[in-house]
């Protein structure tokens, strides 16, 4: 699946959509560049689920979880993980197919460690249809 969106508040709507549709146990691993909208499309995905706590990546603390919605979501920002054993000793495996929801950013940094049942989401951006304008690829649906 494949949706482009023109502004913020679109990508924001779509990851809403996907939050709203999500179930117990299911793994979102999204990638994409700095500054690409990977927080913006969680923040609608956390809305999606009726968490209405304000959401911020994870990015020193690695996992945020927020648990106020019809589905816990655990939020986690592996971008700054030197390598997989790390994601052992915080317990990663323990979120995956719980009672929640696992939302990954920068998940290709741990892509070995991702069980085959996940959705990967892939943002970009093309400059040449506006600053704007981003492309975001679904797969594993």
Same mark, same amino acid.
Request: proline share 3%.
């Given at each position: 699946?494949?949706?482009? *969106? ?13 939050? %709203?549709? +999500?179930? !117990?146990? @299911?793994? /979102? ?17 956390? +809305? ?5 706590? %304000?959401?911020?990546?994870? *990015?020193?603390?690695? /996992? @945020? ?6 589905? !816990? /979501? ?27 929801? *696992?939302?990954? %950013?920068?998940?290709? @940094?741990? %892509?070995?460690?991702? !069980? ?10 093309? /400059? ?14």
């Amino acid at each position: 699946m494949v949706v482009e *969106t023109n502004s913020e508040q679109e990508t924001f709507l779509t990851g809403k959509k996907m939050g %709203e549709q +999500a179930s !117990p146990g @299911q793994i /979102l691993c999204i990638d994409g560049d700095l500054g690409v909208g990977k927080t913006v499309f969680t923040k609608g995905f956390a +809305a999606g689920l009726g968490i209405l706590e %304000e959401v911020n990546s994870p *990015t020193f603390t690695i /996992l @945020q979880i927020y648990d106020e919605g019809r589905l !816990p /979501l655990y939020h986690f920002d592996v971008y700054r993980i030197g390598d997989s054993e790390e994601m052992y000793e915080i317990g990663f495996e323990d979120y995956l197919f719980g009672e929640g929801v *696992t939302l990954i %950013e920068w998940a290709k @940094q741990i %892509e070995e460690l991702i !069980p085959k049942e996940a959705l990967w989401i892939t943002i970009e951006k093309d /400059l040449t249809h506006g600053i704007d304008y981003r492309k975001i690829t679904v797969e594993g649906i």
